[in-house]
């Protein structure tokens, strides 16, 4: 079995994941629209980028800005127009008002999803209770990752908390047994700490990016997170 750390990089086009795999991208995140930190692409894009790498790719379910639920209609609409593309991984997750998770949000779309694994994006980093959402959520089928900075300000705010729920993590705590995958604010030099912890899961998107998010991911860029992750 590889040791290899994943790096998961976001790509809003086809031109995005070419970049994103020739730099030594694991998988894609694809979404559209970052000013609402994220929404469902469109099928056809999620078709483009498919045609256009080999890497493995997770689709966002989410139509709103925020981390309610929105219209579950419509998302579970999505999610079918997704499986129609061949989308086969996916990245969702949703609080109630009270900061909870919207277990029954979530269970509805991941029963859409018909096994298929996905991601519990960053609004773990918004809920109450971090460690009843894990627990809520650990039977569910599917579920392998958390999207997580620790902290909703950022890795910086967030890292103990990671490296605690690592140490959980290690110890076999009930729930804890999805991978970390760490991103928002992520910074190359917050590597080292989170290696030593046996964090293996990365996700960028801006950094992939030294002209911002109106210019595409640059695979020099992506390589030098390559290289570090693996040196």
């Known amino acids: 079995m590889s ?3 994943v790096l998961e990089v976001i790509a809003l086009d086809a031109e995005d994941a070419v970049a994103a795999q020739a730099g030594g991208a694991d998988r894609l995140e694809v979404v559209t629209d970052m000013s609402a930190d ?10 483009e980028i498919r045609s256009a790498v080999d890497i493995p790719l997770r689709v966002m379910l989410r139509v709103t800005d925020g981390f ?3 219209d579950i209609d419509v998302l579970v609409e999505r999610a079918h127009e997704m499986r129609a593309e061949g989308a086969e991984e996916f990245v969702l997750g949703f609080l109630d008002r009270d900061g909870h998770v919207d277990l029954v949000a979530v269970e509805r779309l991941v029963a859409e999803l018909n096994g298929c694994r996905w991601t519990f994006h960053r609004a773990i ?3 109450v209770d971090r460690d009843a959402l894990r627990k809520h959520l650990a039977e569910l089928p599917g579920l392998d990752t958390y999207l997580t900075a620790g902290s909703a ?5 967030g890292i103990e908390t990671l490296l605690d729920e690592a140490a959980r993590a290690a110890s076999g705590q009930p729930g804890y047994e999805p991978q970390i995958l760490v991103g928002g604010g992520l910074r190359l030099d917050h590597l080292p700490r989170l290696l030593a912890a046996g964090i293996d899961g990365f996700h960028i998107g801006g950094t992939a990016r030294p002209g911002g998010w109106s210019g595409p ?4 860029a992506v390589r030098e997170w390559r290289t570090v992750l693996d040196s």
Do not use: E
Not at 38 to 47: D, E, H, I, Q, R
């Open 3 to 5: 040791n290899r750390a």
């Open 68 to 70: 309610a639920v929105g």
């Open 125 to 127: 980093d918004r809920a």
């Open 153 to 157: 300000d950022g890795v910086d705010k």
């Open 38 to 47: 994220g929404l469902t692409p469109s099928p056809k894009t999620v078709a």
């Open 217 to 220: 991911v640059d695979a020099a």
